[in-house]
């Protein structure tokens, strides 16, 4: 279970790991990328949570057996608009959520562009997994959980159904992130800093981080 | 005698109030979106109301909501029910006639306006004392949208067309015909000086209506010989008898419109007579609205929920007692009685005016007639004092019932000259804006033309586009906590101004935060949608030009980069740290200059940065961006890049009249240039040789110091060159031969760059470090580097440093010549 509060210090004496991964979210506008991270790293949910203008970015802390897991969740807009940003932000990931609505098909459609565009463009060893948001709704469902299982099964994704309201399986995906992330220390050598920055400078250099908005 | 100016007999007013029907149950749309809770809907279909002006209209003030669904309606209340004087006094029939054109009158002007008021009675028809009337409560029926948000009937059982029983479908339910069916009931009640019905109970009443029904002969006829009145119907005069026989027509086709009735020839001889006392030229009245007065009144301490509760219209119960026995899976509640505060509540309650005159009393005459355009001292001399507390919050200001008179008297003669008194607008607007006339104060700040209704009126806000899912995501996550933008009526008035600013700007496209960005326009203009609309349209070229390209990559990343350079010019110590952490505005002000803040910070505030933003320029959101910079600034010092982002994504209160004062300073101290942008609107600037042109972002991005004009360097040169540092770069030969007048020289050649240390530059070091407040120029010339040295001393931590674009040539062109040989003057 996600811890919420101070989980970052290690039980005294133990020789607990330390573990920093970036992750991005990633899918169409109003599917409840942003009501994930919320209900995530705040255990809130708002019924009217503003649309998300370039990114945002939020961090969040599990603990996997002796293991300390830190997210930095990168929240990206959905529009199409802003998909240009949207490189500066998977560059670089260990973890993406691609999500999708549960009753809208065109946002199942949109999610599976975004695998692919990861499949291609992002680091090969990025761990993806396959949200379908809005469980709660499922009486108005209009993508079936077998289609989209069978989707992430052929592409070796992670799936789950969520919903950011209701919580169903949202520390889970998460979790289920982490576990399936390589693990190693990051106590020596790299400072806390580490994920961001690598960030920022990007591949084109320090000061076009991104080609925002294009 | 001052007082009496608000003691006219119109200017009173009351509060209604009634409860919303709580949704059961499911608590999603369609949509997956929450249900919008009935009060809001209510609220929003109700501010229709308030534009409604009418002689024989009590006019519509507030809507207020509550707890548990409450909505208080605040209304004009003068004069005295009609049904009062019912049994008392015999009207004559010259009387009946003038009530009945006055009543086809106010229902014509309802009607036009799709507003059916179902609940016409002789207790919302008050008589003022020229026996006018004017219609009360007009508006329940139209608000609840058509009865279906509240759990009562809204209706008067005896005055009801009979068509109102027999539940028929949805389009005849608001037929405005059975206001006409109340009309003849009225008439009748006056005629016979008498109320119908009234020893029946409630169920024989509809049984009577309902027997109409199966009345071959005249209804009127039927009514007065139940009613022992045989003789006054058979001595009525033809006309009148049948206006009353048209409205009470069983077939509601049969009944004529009020607009048909008004053609009447009876009606002639009203038409013509002014509504009201037509013997004084100008009414004390005129010089005061009802809303003016209302406002007023709340800000000396009128409290409309204080007001419910001393006369016990709002009762506080026990929350036990509310508690159900039994709630089925589905959300139905059982068991439960039924609250009696949930039905219709016909007490009105009249609230009293006598603190606002007790803390008006003393306001001279005068201060109601403010001269604007001449004055002279001897007239100034028999003025009373100013009222000021010009330097008092602007939270205080606004609270102030004193001083919010004054403005209000101020600038609504100001807006009535407009568009000649632009100018006084512009300057009283630079004190503060009074919130009761924001709307139009902003309006003429933004230059909208009197005709702006016609041209959104024909602008295609239906048509089917691509764009339409993401506005319909879009509008129900905007600035949601407000009830206006909330509302069912505010989401339609929102999806039609975004829909016609895509439409009519076709060089231009949605982007996710143009909703935000309309939001305030359509908060302060809520019953004027082609206002909001055009203030938008004009909004984005002065402000946001050219951010909601398609493709507006080099406008934002332009944006973003002075951004940047302003941060470094006013602030060195934080540009380095973010420059040293990597944290650049990319990740976190997108969204605040896209939308000038309006995503970012909640409506009250965006209001008050946009009172400056409307007298600034495009670049005044630069210095916003800067002022919430530095008040986060000492957690920013300290921050890691992590903590910074973290810190903007979750952006912690931040004091927006600091912020704006501070961006005020930082805006006067910068001069123009260094702001100047590629992209901004030729429109709204002027370029000449002497300015920036031909900068190309990759420069722009390289340049941590912003650059200067020749003709910011010139005027600062020629009026206050004790607030400039002039630094000459060139060697000391160039420098001798000709320079600018008081300016120092160091050689870019004699300073070593290896490490910030300011004592590298030599002797002129000292004066650099005390040169905090001056703006520092720094000139070279093609053979120097222009950027290494401002480089130097933004890290050496010297503030206002800026390089002027062009070099040294360009200002061998500037007449009268700000240059001197030092050859000569030695
Ligand atoms: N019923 C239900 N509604 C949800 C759920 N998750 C999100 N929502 C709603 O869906 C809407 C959109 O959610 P957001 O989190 O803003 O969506 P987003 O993907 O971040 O959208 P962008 O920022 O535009 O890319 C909001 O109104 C949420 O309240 C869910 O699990 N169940
Ligand atoms: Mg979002």
């Known amino acids: 279970m996600a811890n919420r509060s101070g989980a970052a210090q290690r039980p005294n ?9 970036k992750l991005v979210l990633l899918g169409e506008s109003a599917v409840g990328k942003s009501s994930l991270v919320l209900r995530f790293v705040k255990g809130q949910f708002h019924e009217y949570q503003e649309s998300t203008i370039g990114a945002a970015f939020l961090t969040q802390t599990v603990c996997l057996d002796d293991t300390t897991v830190k997210f930095e969740i990168w929240d990206t807009a959905g529009q199409e608009r802003y998909h240009s940003l949207a490189p500066m932000y998977y560059r670089g990931a260990q973890a993406a959520i691609v999500v999708y609505d549960i009753t809208n098909q065109d946002t199942f459609g949109r999610a599976k562009t975004w695998v692919k565009e990861l499949q291609r463009q992002a680091s090969p060893t990025i761990v993806i997994a396959l949200a379908g948001n809005k469980q709660d709704l499922a009486n108005k469902r209009m993508v079936e959980f077998e289609e989209a299982q069978t989707y992430a099964d052929e592409n070796g994704l992670l799936f789950m159904e969520t919903s950011a309201k209701t919580a169903l399986n949202v520390n889970d995906i998460f979790l289920a992130i982490a576990k399936k992330l390589p693990k190693y220390d990051q106590n020596q050598g790299q400072s806390g800093q580490g994920q961001g920055r690598r960030l920022a400078e990007g591949d084109q250099g320090a000061k076009t981080p991104g080609n925002c908005c294009k | 005698m001052k007082i009496s100016l608000f003691k006219s007999p119109e200017l009173q007013f009351s509060a209604t109030t009634f409860f919303a029907k709580q949704h059961k149950g499911e608590t999603c749309g369609s949509n997956g979106l929450p249900l919008t809770p009935n009060s809001i809907i209510i609220f929003g279909k109700a501010q229709m109301l308030k534009t409604l002006k009418h002689p024989y209209l009590c006019e519509y003030l507030d809507i207020i909501r509550g707890k548990h669904e409450r909505t208080i309606v605040v209304s004009q209340f003068c004069g005295k029910p009609a049904s009062e004087f019912i049994g008392k006094n015999q009207l004559s029939i010259s009387e009946v006639k003038k009530i009945a054109f006055q009543l086809f009158t106010a229902l014509n002007e309802l009607h036009k306006k799709r507003i059916v008021h179902r609940n016409l009675s002789c207790e919302n028809i008050l008589i003022q004392s020229n026996g006018d009337i004017k219609l009360f409560n007009y508006g329940s029926y139209y608000m609840t949208n058509n009865g279906q948000l509240v759990t009562f009937p809204i209706m008067k059982l005896a005055y009801s067309a009979p068509e109102v029983y027999l539940s028929p479908s949805k389009a005849d339910i608001a037929s405005s015909k059975v206001d006409v069916w109340s009309v003849g009931i009225i008439l009748i009640e006056f005629i016979f000086n008498k109320q119908l019905w009234s020893n029946l109970k409630l169920g024989q009443q509809i049984r009577k209506i309902l027997s109409f029904y199966q009345c071959g002969t005249s209804i009127f006829e039927k009514i007065a010989r139940e009613h022992n009145c045989f003789d006054i119907y058979h001595n009525l005069p033809q006309d009148i008898k049948e206006i009353v026989e048209q409205c009470l027509q069983i077939n509601p086709k049969n009944r004529p419109s009020c607009e048909e009735f008004l053609q009447n020839e009876m009606f002639v001889e009203y038409k013509n007579v002014k509504c009201k006392n037509p013997s004084r030229v100008c009414k004390p009245y005129q010089i005061f609205t009802l809303k003016e007065l209302y406002q007023w009144w709340q800000l000396t301490g009128g409290d409309v929920f204080l007001e419910l509760k001393k006369q016990g219209l709002i009762r506080s119960s026990p929350p036990v007692l509310s508690l159900p026995c039994l709630i089925m899976l589905d959300g139905t509640i ?105 709307g139009e104060i902003w309006a003429a700040l933004l230059d909208i033309k009197a005709d702006y209704k016609k041209a959104y009126a024909v602008i295609d806000k239906e ?9 319909e995501v879009d509008i129900p996550r905007c600035h949601q906590y407000n009830e206006l933008l909330s509302s069912t009526e505010g989401h339609i008035k929102l999806r039609r101004i975004l829909k016609a600013w895509v439409q009519k700007n076709t060089q231009y496209v949605y982007w996710q935060g143009l909703d935000s960005l309309t939001a305030p326009f359509l908060y302060l203009n809520f019953n004027d949608e082609a206002k909001a609309y055009h203030c938008l349209s004009a909004f984005v070229p002065k402000y946001v030009h050219k951010f909601f390209l398609r493709d507006n990559s080099a406008v934002i990343r332009e944006y973003l980069a002075k951004f940047s350079q302003l941060i470094a010019f006013h602030d060195p110590e934080l540009a380095n740290h973010l420059h040293n952490i990597n944290f650049y505005p990319e990740l976190f002000a997108i969204p605040w200059f896209l939308t000038v803040f309006s995503h970012v910070f909640p409506l009250y505030k965006i209001l008050h940065v946009w009172d400056n933003l409307l007298l600034g320029d495009s670049s005044f959101p630069l210095h916003v961006g800067l002022s ?19 810190l903007f994504s979750d952006l912690p209160e931040v004091d927006i009249e600091k912020s704006i004062n501070y961006s005020i300073d930082t805006f006067k101290k910068t001069p123009k240039s260094i702001t100047a942008r590629e992209h901004q609107n030729e429109e709204f600037t002027i370029q000449s040789e002497h300015d920036i042109s031909g900068v190309t972002l990759d420069d722009l991005n390289k340049e941590r110091s912003p650059r200067i004009s020749a003709r910011d360097t010139t005027d600062l040169l020629r009026t206050a060159p004790e607030s400039i540092l002039v630094i000459d770069i060139r060697n000391p030969v160039q420098f001798s031969r000709c320079c600018v007048r008081g300016s120092i020289n160091i050689p870019f050649s004699s300073v070593s760059f290896g490490e910030s240390n300011i004592e590298n530059i030599g002797q002129h070091a000292q004066m650099l470090k005390n040169s905090q407040e001056r703006i520092v120029i720094i000139v070279g010339s093609t053979d120097t580097d222009l950027e290494l040295f401002p480089k130097f001393l933004l890290n050496c931590g010297i503030s206002k440093v800026c390089v002027l674009h062009g070099g040294f040539n360009i200002l061998t062109s500037v007449t009268p010549t700000v240059l001197v040989s030092q050859k000569f003057e030695t």
């Open chain 1, 13 to 21: 004496g133990t020789q607990g790991k330390i573990c920093q991964f």
């Open chain 2, 334 to 438: 059982l068991g439960q009685g039924r609250n009696p505060a949930t039905l219709y509540d016909f007490r009105i309650v009249h609230m009293g005016l006598d603190t606002l005159y007790q803390r008006f009393g003393h306001i001279h005459l005068n201060s109601c007639y403010p001269l604007l355009h001449f004055k002279s001292d001897i007239i100034d001399m028999f003025d009373p004092a100013p009222y000021d507390i010009k330097n008092l919050p602007l939270v205080i200001k606004e609270k102030d019932p004193e001083y919010q008179f004054h403005r209000i008297i101020l600038f609504r003669r100001l807006l009535h000259g407009y568009p000649f008194t632009k100018d006084m607008i512009r300057k009283e607007a630079k004190k503060d804006i009074p919130p009761l006339l924001r």
């Open chain 2, 463 to 471: 048509t089917v586009t691509t764009t339409d899912r993401q506005i």
């Open chain 2, 628 to 646: 919430v910079l530095t008040q986060l600034r000492t957690k920013l010092l300290t921050a890691g890049f992590n903590d910074c982002i973290l």
